[in-house]
């Protein structure tokens, strides 16, 4: 039976990653996972699978309304598809991990998918590669996640971003302060949440408070921006929640400064967005140009102890597809997928080939075989066509040379000797220049 365009497509949300996509992702994958090794952490896998009741313990109301359920034939019980590797990691430190010394320095990279609608035009495969602190509750925690994505993006060569910090426990103790609940606090975190102040305004109208509180709600809206907003902040807060996070958004932002990395630093006071189990500084990356964040994070102190052990956390963690798009035209990018060699053999003997073959590859030169029998401009126009740097020929035992024509057609004489020797590549680079 032959398949319609239609029958093989695929479901909306999901894409494939052909070589060059791939090749990008997996180095830009790397180069996270060796900042994080750097800083300490261990990398961890989480499984595909889970019991949808264990999983949903560390997942708030947000996250359960994403998840993919399905029954287990085997137990009879529900399974679910991760949305979120966090409350993962979650439950292997509180039952995995209880007799190893405190903190847990834990790294991932994974795939998780979330149901999303349609009309969104957002993707439901989501890979997260991201880090986990747990067992410290302290500023310089705190800082210590901000730094590490500062230096991710800068390894990664990404100038033109931004860290919106916020600060959940100020907006919750804004919110806690006004008596509202419900249907009613559910609309002004709304309002809040997309700055917009004449909502606000008329949320208040409509649902009176104190004027104390009055006042702490409408300044949400305005309360971003730089460092001054912290001081805007301090004037308007009366209730002793806010001004407690206000004070931890100052000492994390004191050991920022010590890191001096404060310059790419915008504050978002009346930032409600972000999953249910944060508990204090929150934190989104953004890079000039592209809407969605890249990155995003916080603490979440209450949500191992839902799993049985209580102790503090903070994480963070980056969206590999979205921070592709954005790195994706860098120069050191461009290459990743291309092969350094194809070998055309023009004798009917392979051994030769494949001894070179393998002399290359232990070299570390990416070597592949032209094993299809065809002419050399059809080989030429297959390695043009797949980028791959050179086609080397190989001749029979009276050769005295081997040829490599470079992708723009230029031969460049080899001597078989130069085959074992280190900077082949180059040689052939700088002759290419120099003709």
Known sequence: MNLSPHDIALPRGVSDLLPEAAAKLVLIEDRLLRVFELWGFRRIITPRLEYEDVLAT??????????????DRQSGRLLA??????????RIAATRMTSQPLPHRISYSERVLRQTEIQAGRSREIFQTGVELIGLNSPEADAEMIVMTIEVMKVLGVDNFTIDLG?????????????????????????VSRK??????????????????????????????????????RSIATNARSLSALENLQHVLEILDIHGVTDCLSIDLGETRGLDYHSGITFEGFVTGFGEPVCNGGRYDTLISRYGFDTPATGFTFNLLNLLQTVERRPELQGCAVTDFLLFNTSNDRR??????????????????DIIRRDYAQSLEYAKKLNIRCMLVVGDDSMSYHAVRSLDGRTIPIDSSMINRPGLMNYIEESRGEN
């Open 58 to 71: 560390g997942m708030g109301e947000g996250l359960k309304g994403k998840t993919y359920r399905f029954d």
């Open 81 to 90: 598809l991760s949305p979120d590797i966090t409350p993962q990691i979650a």
């Open 167 to 191: 600060q959940v426990e100020f907006c919750q103790g804004v919110f806690q302060a006004s008596g509202l609940n419900g249907k009613p606090l559910q609309k002004l975190r709304e309002a």
């Open 196 to 233: 917009d102040s004449s909502a606000v305004a008329d949320l208040l109208g409509e649902y009176p408070v104190s004027a104390e509180s009055a006042r702490e709600i409408s300044a949400l809206p305005r309360l971003f921006g730089g460092r001054d907003v912290l001081t805007t902040a």
């Open 352 to 369: 030769k080939v494949l001894h070179i073959a393998r002399q290359l590859r232990s070299m570390g030169y990416t070597t592949a075989r």
